[in-house]
């Protein structure tokens, strides 16, 4: 049987999918929600509908119930006061800080160094601070802080489901912080996005003065309206470049609280 869709007709074949893969959507186990390209033959092997080229569609996972820790999921902790991430499951990168030339200011500056008073009793987390510039957004960008996930370019995270921080902010700050999450089509290291890179996908957070947990899937996850280029339907998690907190109201202070990033699995 051949089965014909229209490039705008997503749901059909997500269904399609969906149901010649597991045989029941409701089933109670990890399913893969995906699209694919407009055509497709329902004795294709499905695992080959995910792709790397710009722009396309490709398998994000995710879960019946519940998201919650993954076993490797660790991405740092900060216990160790190194600015590495965990050197768990292949991520080996570096956390950084950066900020605007428009007057945006971030502390500590270049080198993160943790700070104490970490989330939940422990000793140690990330804490930055500082002032955005007002003026032009797409110039006076503001300040952020991220890390690499690979000490070299992309990292596979495609057996995760999403990400889990915990975060705080101070008493001055103000409390809007954009997660964005880099991929191999909106980081300029992925060699697609040429003019208009750095439309992470991604959420706009509201913080509160005490520490709380975080959770985000990777299917959640959106580009902001309006600019980027290309602007794929999903985030592609199998090739994320790096994890990063944007600053981005303009004109406020910021005093942002951050530890235990991890990754998330079904239940
Ligand atoms: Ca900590």
């Known amino acids: 049987m051949k089965l014909r869709v229209s490039p705008f007709a997503k749901s059909a074949v997500i269904f399609a999918l969906c149901a010649s893969a597991s045989g029941c959507c409701g089933c109670p186990q990890p ?5 694919a390209p407009p055509a497709l033959s329902t004795a294709q092997p499905l695992a080959g509908t995910a792709s790397a080229q710009p722009g396309t569609a490709v398998a994000v996972k995710t879960c019946p119930g519940a998201m919650v820790a ?3 999921g660790l991405i740092d902790d900060l216990e160790d006061g190194n600015n590495q991430v965990q050197l ?3 991520r080996a990168g570096y956390w950084w800080t950066a900020k605007d030339e428009k007057g945006s200011t971030i502390e500590p500056a270049g080198e993160l160094k943790m700070s104490d008073g970490g989330a939940d009793g422990s000793k ?3 804490h930055v601070s500082g002032k955005t510039a007002s003026g032009d957004p797409g110039t006076a960008w503001g300040a952020i802080v991220g890390l690499r996930l690979a000490e070299h370019g992309l990292y596979d995270a495609s057996k995760y489901v999403g990400i889990a921080f915990k975060a705080k902010v101070g008493e001055r700050s103000g409390s809007k912080v954009r997660l964005k999450v880099a991929d191999v089509n909106t980081d300029p290291g992925g060699q697609v996005c040429k003019d208009a890179c750095y439309n992470d996908f991604g959420k706009d957070f509201t913080f509160t003065r005490d520490w709380q947990e975080y959770k985000i899937s990777f299917a959640e996850m959106r580009q902001q309206d309006g600019w980027g280029d290309p602007r794929p339907p999903s985030i592609t998690p ?6 990063a907190w944007h600053m981005n109201t303009p004109g406020a202070e910021f005093d942002f609280w951050l530890d235990d990033v991890r990754f998330l699995d079904c239940q």
């Open 238 to 243: 199998g090739k994320l470049a790096q994890i």
């Open 70 to 72: 993954a076993k490797d």
């Open 124 to 126: 140690l987390a990330v």
């Open 88 to 90: 768990t499951a292949g």
């Open 31 to 35: 399913v893969e929600t995906a699209t």
